[in-house]
C-alpha cells in the first residue's frame, strides 16, 4: 500500500499533474483546445519542463520500484505530446481551484520545509499559479471572452478580481492577496513562504495588454 500511495504521490504532484494543470491554464488562454498541440509550442513546453525537472525533482517522492526521472522523461516525451490521447485544457482546467493545493501546494510546502531549499527560489510553479489567476479573468490573451471551466469556487475567486482591468493600473497585491494567502486552497499561504510577491508581479506582466500572456512566457522561458 505505502509503494502505490507513493507512486501515485509522485505522479499527482511531481511529474504528471502540476503539468497538466500549467498546459490547461496557458492553454485556454492561447486558444489552444489539445494538450498534444500544446507541447509543440516551445514555451509552453519549456514550462512543464522546467516544473517538472527543475523544481519537482529536488522534492520528488521516490516510490522506490520506478524512477521518477525516467517516469517524467516519458510523459514530456510520449504521453502529454500524443494526439490519440484527446486531453483538451479546457476538460483539464475543471475545478483547478480543488487541485493547485495538491499539484502545485505540495512541493511548495516541501521547498518550505526543507533545510537546504527556499520556496522562495521557485519561479516556474509561480508562473503557472499566476497563469491560473489571469485565466480567472475569463478573457484570452486576444482579450476576447472566455469560458470558463466548471469550478465550485469561480463565485468566490472572480469577483476578487473583478477590479483588474487589462492594460490598465491596478493594485495586484490587493486583488490577488485574498487568493495567495488562502492556505485551503495552496497548502499554506504564498506570501508566508515567499512567493506572493513574485506571483503578483508575474500577473502584473500577465495583464499588461493584448498579448501579454505570451510575452510574458518567452520573458521567462526565452523563443
Excluded at 514550462?47 to 516519458?74: K, N, T
Excluded at 509561480?126 to 469561480?154: F, H, K, V
Aim: with cysteine.
Amino acid at each position: 500500500r505505502e509503494t502505490v500511495n507513493n507512486v501515485e504521490r509522485m505522479k499527482v504532484t511531481t511529474c504528471l499533474n502540476p503539468l497538466h494543470t500549467a498546459l490547461a491554464v496557458y492553454g485556454c488562454l492561447l486558444g489552444y483546445t489539445s494538450i498534444a498541440a500544446e507541447m509543440r509550442d516551445p514555451q509552453l513546453r519549456a514550462l512543464v519542463e522546467h516544473i517538472g525537472y527543475d523544481e519537482g525533482m529536488p522534492v520528488v517522492v521516490d516510490p522506490g520500484i520506478l524512477s521518477p526521472r525516467d517516469f517524467i522523461a516519458e510523459v514530456i516525451r510520449d504521453r502529454l505530446p500524443n494526439p490519440f490521447i484527446p486531453d483538451a485544457p479546457q476538460r483539464i482546467a475543471c475545478d483547478t481551484s480543488q487541485k493547485v493545493g495538491i499539484r502545485f501546494g505540495e512541493t511548495i510546502k516541501a521547498y518550505a520545509a526543507s533545510p537546504d531549499l527556499d520556496a522562495a527560489n521557485l519561479t516556474y510553479i509561480p508562473l503557472a499559479i499566476a497563469g491560473w489567476c489571469r485565466y480567472l479573468l475569463a478573457l484570452d490573451d486576444e482579450l476576447r471572452p472566455m469560458e470558463l471551466s466548471s469550478d465550485p469556487m469561480l463565485d468566490t475567486l472572480c469577483p476578487l478580481l473583478s477590479g483588474v482591468k487589462i492594460g490598465e493600473p491596478f493594485d495586484a497585491h490587493a486583488a490577488l492577496q485574498p487568493i495567495l494567502s488562502n492556505a485551503v486552497l495552496f497548502g499554506s499561504d504564498l506570501h508566508e513562504v515567499g512567493l506572493g510577491e513574485k506571483i503578483e508581479g508575474m500577473f502584473c506582466e500577465l495583464t499588461a495588454g493584448c498579448g501579454a500572456v505570451r510575452r510574458t512566457l518567452i520573458n521567462y522561458l526565452g523563443q
